[in-house]
């Protein structure tokens, strides 16, 4: 701290008014608080600053004794102990002080010195009083983040190691200790540069990389290079060097951060000899490989033509049968309901045979139509437009009638137009699931869930029947040969398919999940004029 002019004593007849004024500007303009003191603890002087440490308003504390007031303090000998200090030996003192204001506590420091008549006498001191709180704040944070820096560094996994610009050694952490055997006081007085410390064969491109750092003409760098350690152990490291540099690009210091790989680069070498006679082998196998893949690619493509054949003529027979039912079974079906509502109808019949041939009558029209929506699920003639979502509604309303049960269709997404092949395989994948449900569950209740979104296509069909065993999957136990048309379906149109027990209730759950083909149309199904088979409209 700046010492403040000294005010001239009152009995000293050679100073003027003018110093004394002179002293009282400056004090008034200091940032610190400024008192003059007597020997016997009257407050001579003080500047506005200086209110503060008093109760009484400024200027009315001039002539009372501090004693008085040091209750500010929290020190009742602290003013005491300055006085008697300063004027007995005439040497400066220098306190600190906590005190409390408004509940907050504030460190003060305060310098006092001696006033003299220019002889021996002490008659009074100057004291100045210096607000640190923020000061001592920042220390004691500057001081907390060194212990937290120091501590890092020597548990860092690490060797770092630190020089200035001027060959001083300036850190040397626990694991530099441990990788090169040397204390860090060693250190400091054996080796100021980085250069003794590296293998002989490695130090011209070590001093390469560290030139540069130090002259200014990099900032960081990094380089794997041997070490050798005080027992002569040679190490290999990957060395991490950083330059610290001033406002004008000078390097103030370099920073090496070394980690020992000599297990890794031992283990690389002995992988690359491994992976050298590997691949010799490999070549040999891969020579093999290709040859059987050949034959292999070939026997796949060969499966898959066949099974894609096999699910043509699968649809070209349920389009025939369908067509046969439709055209043959339904048409004798109708002219045999014909016939006997004429003979119900022929006055000559009596009562008794009447009732008979009308009974066979309701027989042969239930009859065809149960043929009827038989052909049509055999052969809907919408999925040859690819409307997905009428052929799963009219399945979906078929089964619910013809085996007395509860079939609904669930559709979120929009209403798209497929293409026949995707539409095709899909509506036999959900057909073949109501089969499995109805004839091996029992189930009396199954949905049909179709979502679509931007990327995906999933069908999910649930039913409430007897489920399946949690062993039996598709992919474990899929012999059936249902389960193996599903599969060859799914695998055309790319899909995961799964059939699996419904979770937390009862039922079985097949899931179909593709990714949506491209491009797509939409469907209004609402104002798409539906395609039906020809059927017969008969009234009783």
């Excluded at 220098?94 to 006092?112: L, M, S």
């Excluded at 001696?114 to 009074?124: L, P, Q, R, Y």
């Excluded at 050298?276 to 050949?294: C, R």
């Amino acid at each position: 701290m700046t010492s403040l002019p000294l005010p001239p004593p009152a009995h000293a007849p050679h100073r003027t008014p003018d110093v004394a004024h002179l002293f009282t500007i400056l004090a008034d303009q200091s940032p610190d608080a400024v008192l003059r003191i007597a020997k016997d603890g009257t407050l001579l002087y003080s500047n506005s600053l200086a209110a503060e440490w008093f109760d009484l308003p400024f200027g009315e504390h001039l002539g009372v004794n501090i004693h008085d007031n040091c209750h500010r303090l929290g020190y009742d000998n602290f003013w005491k102990d300055i006085l008697e200090q300063t004027c007995s030996t005439g040497v400066s003192h220098f306190g600190c002080a906590k005190v409390v204001i408004n509940n907050r506590t504030r460190i003060y420091e305060v310098r006092a010195s001696s006033e003299t008549d220019g002889i021996t006498h002490f008659d009074a001191i100057i004291a100045t009083i210096r607000d640190a709180t923020e000061r001592h704040i920042h220390e004691h944070s500057i001081g907390e983040a060194h212990k937290r820096l120091l501590y890092h560094l020597n548990n860092s996994p690490l060797a770092i190691i630190e020089w200035d610009n001027s060959r001083n050694l300036l850190s040397w952490n626990d694991m530099a200790e441990s990788l090169f055997g040397w204390t860090q006081h060693e250190a400091q007085q054996r080796f100021d540069n980085p250069l003794p410390l590296i293998h002989p064969e490695d130090r011209t491109l070590f001093c390469e990389y560290y030139e540069n750092l130090r002259c200014g003409r990099e900032t960081s760098s990094h380089l794997r290079c041997r070490i050798q350690s005080r027992f002569d152990v040679v190490s290999w490291c990957d060395c991490y060097l950083s330059s610290l540099r001033d406002d004008s690009a000078n390097s103030l210091s370099i920073l090496c951060q070394i980690n020992d790989v000599s297990e890794s680069v031992l283990s690389t070498r002995k992988l690359q000899t491994l992976n050298g006679a590997l691949e010799e082998k490999f070549n040999l196998s891969i020579n093999q490989l290709n040859t059987a893949g050949d034959g292999l690619a070939f026997a796949n493509l060969c499966k898959q033509q066949l099974e894609r054949d096999m699910i043509i003529i699968c649809e070209r027979e349920h389009r025939r049968i369908g067509h046969d039912l439709h055209d043959s079974i339904c048409q004798e079906l109708a002219g045999l309901r014909f016939a006997i509502s004429a003979l119900a109808n022929n006055p000559e019949t009596n009562a008794t045979l009447r009732r008979r041939l009308i009974q066979l009558e309701d027989a042969a029209l239930r009859a065809m139509r149960e043929t009827r929506l038989l052909a049509r699920g055999l052969a809907p003639f919408v999925l040859e437009d690819g409307d997905l979502y009428t052929s799963l509604r009219e399945l979906a309303q078929n089964t619910s009638t013809l085996h007395a049960i509860q079939c609904r269709l669930h559709w979120r997404g929009r209403k798209l137009l497929f293409s026949q092949e995707t539409a095709l395989n899909l509506f036999r994948i959900a057909q073949e699931a109501l089969h499995n449900a109805i004839r091996h569950g029992k189930a009396t209740a199954i949905d049909i869930r179709i979502s679509i979104n931007a990327k995906t296509v999933r069908l999910k069909v649930d039913d409430n029947g007897s489920g399946i065993p949690v062993t039996l999957t598709l992919s474990a136990n899929g012999h059936g040969m249902g389960q193996k048309i599903i599969q060859y379906r799914a695998a055309i149109l790319n899909a995961h398919v799964s059939i699996s027990p419904r979770p937390n209730t009862q039922g079985a759950r097949l899931l179909c999940s593709l990714p949506i083909p491209k491009p797509l149309s939409p469907c209004n199904a609402l104002q798409k004029p539906s395609i039906k088979s020809k059927s017969l409209k008969t009234t009783r």
